[in-house]
């Protein structure tokens, strides 16, 4: 065996480095984690959650493998796996309830510039976003969106009545700002 994919195997096993092995030449299935070893008929894998924790081995044939990834979304994985214990931490966030008919602009001002932690927030036509409200007014906010990978994907604008719900400060909340926080702390790029 001296192809690239048993290249990358070996690395993954030697260094316990992150990889994704699709099992589906057209799809969108695969298995991330590291590899505990492998032979020409199976390979062993840690996997690992999208939030940084082993969950459970894979014992798959090698002829199982279509495509292997190691790519941006490899790279956040090792970090979360290295820091997963971090992303349990919750910081403790509080709010004024209040009994006025405008309950959702108290509740907005007061994570309104804040970067401390992530919102959720789903609209009445089911779409949901995550991010950082800023620029908040009675009737519009700004929301700077953070995706599921940590990545800024700009601003977004929305009117306040079309809400239904928020969430704050939430594991996968969480997970946005502790990947959008890596990736700004480093050139993400040329790590």
């Known amino acids: 065996m001296?192809?690239?994919f048993y290249k990358i195997l070996q690395k993954?096993?030697?260094?316990?480095s992150i990889i994704a092995i699709y099992n589906d030449p057209e799809g969108d299935n695969f298995w991330a984690g590291y590899i505990l070893d492998f032979n020409d008929e199976f390979f062993?894998?840690?996997?690992?959650?999208?939030?940084?924790?082993?969950?459970?081995?894979?014992?798959?044939?090698?002829?199982?493998?279509?495509?292997?990834?190691?790519?941006?979304?490899?790279?956040?994985?090792?970090?979360?796996?290295e820091h997963h214990?971090?992303?349990?931490?919750?910081?403790l966030v509080t709010f004024n309830v209040t009994t006025?008919?405008?309950?959702?602009?108290?509740?907005?001002?007061?994570?309104?510039?804040?970067s401390e932690y992530v919102s959720r927030?789903?609209?009445?036509?089911?779409?949901?976003?995550?991010?950082?409200?800023?620029?908040?007014?009675e009737d519009d906010f700004e929301l700077k969106c953070i995706g599921s990978e940590g990545t800024d994907e700009g601003?977004?604008?929305?009117?306040?009545?079309?809400i239904s719900s928020i969430r704050v400060n939430d594991l996968e909340?969480?997970?946005?700002l502790f990947l959008y926080n890596y990736r700004r702390s480093i050139d993400f790029f040329d790590e």
Not at 12 to 16: A, G, H, L, R, Y
Not at 49 to 65: A, C, N, Q, R, V
Not at 85 to 91: G, I
Not at 173 to 176: C, G, K, M, N, T
């Open 12 to 16: 993954s096993k030697e260094n316990q």
């Open 173 to 176: 909340a969480r997970r946005r």
């Open 100 to 114: 006025e008919e405008n309950w959702m602009n108290q509740i907005l001002g007061e994570i309104n510039n804040q």
């Open 85 to 91: 214990t971090d992303l349990d931490e919750e910081n």
């Open 155 to 162: 601003s977004l604008y929305f009117q306040i009545d079309d």
């Open 121 to 137: 927030i789903q609209f009445n036509n089911n779409s949901r976003f995550a991010g950082f409200i800023r620029n908040l007014t």
């Open 44 to 81: 062993t894998m840690q996997h690992i959650s999208k939030y940084g924790k082993k969950d459970g081995i894979l014992i798959e044939p090698y002829f199982k493998i279509s495509r292997i990834d190691v790519d941006d979304y490899c790279k956040c994985l090792n970090y979360l796996k």
């Open 2 to 4: 001296n192809s690239n």
